[in-house]
């Protein structure tokens, strides 16, 4: 039994808590009190003392087969930086994507990462996260716009999702189908179904560029001209819908959809993507190919969990999240409607990042019941004010981190 008590504790879902302690028992949050208490009643209790304890963050969006990759141009415009990763992903092999993304794993346990919201088109990264000591959501990856290839899809996804127990691990899987100018509405209610009927999360991409804004609402632009003709040398005429994408999608999205980006939408969007079950925001990602930020004070006063993801270091250069917190927390001032708070910032990465995988009754914060995945943390300055104790956890980013806890297990580098 271990006790791990701290000058301030930061729940997350909760207001700080000065001089308290949680008992950790079989890996999960027993009890959350005061130190001088909690040590009283747990005198047998081994202890560690950190300045502050908060959630292990959570990476709400990434695609860890992609780790080796370098940041490609967006020179050009998206259409032009998609058809930059297709021809690099030809190069690759699975063996290759699984070192990477294996190496990577290690990488994330360093920085406090303790759960991604990975999404995988080569199916050895199911085994990968089948042996991670990560808590994840593995989103498999479905890309198929045309009719005739729908079936055979499905069946090959079940295929490779049955040959793994997912009960055992600690990951557990979901169906990522790829964008609407990807994926035939089919194919995307097909997916849902089956994501409905066997509890799997679901994520898309959605209203990256303005790329897919003009298919869906014209059915041309470079994703028509130089996309499907010329890249893939595919034959499809993607029937203009005269709407958003949002609007496009409009009757597949609840609760069960998490959906990433939702950097083009406007203020008649929200109302849609307010059913969703969350937003993930890839800021960096999002500047590196459009130059915008999504409108994500907007979303949030909406009532839209609104979670953190790096994506790929193919658009945002790597898959440190941190770097994402500090890339919010400097332009807080610059989005689209108010500015955002420190603390709405942690947020993003904990408990909504958690909603956005689909495991936020399991982790996110520090709550009795919880997994004990946690950081001891130096902030510099300690403050029992929600707001300055996460602008100094920010500042601090990766070097303020003293320990992390997995399972309730002290993580050794
Ligand atoms: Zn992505």
Same mark, same amino acid.
């Given at each position: 039994?271990?006790?791990?008590?701290?000058?301030?504790? $930061?729940?997350?879902?909760?207001?700080?808590?000065?001089?308290?302690?949680?008992?950790?028992?079989?890996?999960? @949050?027993? !009890?959350?009190?005061?130190?001088?208490?909690?040590?009283?009643?747990?005198?047998?209790?081994?202890?560690?003392?950190?300045?502050?304890?908060?959630?292990?963050?959570?990476?709400?969006?990434?695609?860890? *087969?992609? /780790?080796?990759?370098?940041?490609?141009?967006?020179?050009?415009?998206?259409?032009?930086?998609?058809?930059?990763?297709?021809?690099?992903?030809?190069?690759?092999?699975?063996?290759?994507?699984?070192?990477?993304?294996?190496?990577? %794993?290690?990488?994330?346990?360093?920085?406090?990462?303790?759960?991604?919201?990975?999404?995988?088109?080569?199916?050895?990264?199911?085994?990968?996260?089948?042996? +991670?000591?990560?808590?994840?959501?593995?989103?498999?990856?479905?890309?198929? %716009?045309?009719?005739?290839?729908?079936?055979?899809?499905?069946?090959?996804?079940?295929?490779?999702?049955?040959?793994? #127990?997912?009960?055992?691990?600690?990951?557990?899987?979901?169906? /990522?189908?790829?964008?609407?100018?990807?994926?035939?509405?089919?194919?995307?209610? *097909?997916?849902?179904?089956?994501?409905?009927?066997?509890?799997?999360?679901?994520?898309?991409?959605?209203?990256?560029?303005?790329? *897919?804004?003009?298919?869906?609402?014209?059915?041309?632009?470079? %994703?028509?001209?130089?996309?499907?003709?010329?890249?893939?040398?595919?034959?499809?005429?993607?029937?203009?819908?005269?709407?958003?994408?949002?609007?496009?999608?409009?009757? $597949?999205?609840?609760?069960?959809?998490?959906? @990433?980006?939702?950097?083009?939408?406007?203020?008649?969007?929200?109302?849609? %993507?307010?059913?969703?079950?969350?937003?993930?925001?890839?800021?960096?990602?999002? $500047?590196? @190919?459009?130059?915008?930020?999504?409108?994500?004070?907007?979303?949030?006063?909406?009532?839209?969990?609104?979670?953190?993801?790096?994506?790929?270091?193919?658009?945002?250069?790597?898959?440190?999240?941190?770097? !994402?917190?500090?890339?919010?927390?400097?332009?807080?001032? !610059?989005?689209?409607?108010?500015?955002?708070?420190? /603390? *709405?910032?942690?947020?993003?990465?904990?408990?909504?990042? /958690?909603?956005?995988?689909?495991?936020?009754?399991?982790?996110?914060?520090?709550?009795?019941?919880?997994?004990?995945?946690?950081?001891?943390?130096?902030?510099?300055?300690? +403050?029992? #004010?929600?707001?300055?104790?996460?602008?100094?956890? @920010?500042?601090?980013?990766?070097?303020?981190?003293?320990?992390?806890?997995?399972?309730?297990?002290?993580?050794?580098?």
């Amino acid at each position: 039994m271990k006790l791990l008590s701290a000058d301030l504790i $930061l729940p997350i879902t909760h207001p700080p808590r000065k001089d308290s302690a949680i008992v950790i028992k079989a890996g999960k @949050i027993a !009890e959350l009190g005061s130190r001088k208490n909690l040590k009283k009643k747990f005198p047998q209790a081994e202890e560690f003392h950190f300045p502050l304890l908060m959630p292990g963050l959570v990476n709400a969006h990434t695609h860890l *087969e992609l /780790s080796g990759l370098k940041r490609l141009s967006a020179a050009g415009g998206f259409t032009d930086w998609i058809i930059r990763l297709v021809r690099e992903k030809r190069k690759w092999d699975s063996a290759r994507y699984a070192r990477a993304a294996q190496k990577e %794993i290690k990488n994330q346990l360093r920085l406090g990462i303790t759960s991604l919201g990975d999404v995988l088109s080569d199916p050895v990264m199911l085994e990968v996260h089948h042996q +991670s000591p990560l808590f994840s959501t593995a989103f498999y990856e479905l890309i198929e %716009i045309r009719e005739q290839g729908r079936k055979l899809k499905m069946e090959l996804m079940k295929t490779h999702l049955a040959e793994f #127990n997912f009960a055992l691990g600690r990951t557990k899987p979901g169906l /990522s189908p790829h964008t609407p100018y990807t994926v035939s509405r089919a194919l995307f209610q *097909e997916a849902r179904k089956f994501a409905v009927a066997h509890e799997l999360g679901l994520c898309t991409h959605l209203a990256e560029s303005e790329d *897919e804004l003009e298919l869906i609402q014209s059915g041309s632009g470079p %994703i028509a001209t130089r996309l499907y003709s010329q890249e893939l040398l595919m034959d499809i005429k993607f029937k203009p819908a005269s709407c958003s994408p949002a609007q496009y999608l409009a009757d $597949l999205i609840d609760r069960n959809m998490t959906l @990433i980006h939702c950097v083009e939408i406007t203020d008649s969007d929200l109302e849609i %993507i307010a059913k969703a079950r969350a937003v993930v925001h890839c800021p960096r990602s999002n $500047l590196h @190919i459009s130059g915008k930020l999504a409108p994500i004070p907007k979303m949030i006063d909406a009532g839209i969990p609104v979670a953190l993801g790096t994506d790929s270091p193919a658009s945002a250069g790597d898959t440190n999240l941190w770097n !994402e917190l500090k890339k919010v927390y400097q332009l807080r001032k !610059e989005y689209p409607g108010r500015e955002i708070k420190p /603390s *709405e910032i942690l947020k993003m990465a904990t408990i909504n990042s /958690s909603r956005a995988i689909f495991r936020d009754t399991e982790f996110g914060s520090i709550e009795k019941g919880k997994l004990a995945n946690l950081i001891g943390f130096q902030p510099g300055k300690l +403050s029992d #004010n929600d707001d300055q104790s996460a602008s100094a956890i @920010i500042n601090a980013g990766a070097a303020g981190i003293q320990a992390v806890f997995l399972n309730g297990e002290l993580q050794k580098f």
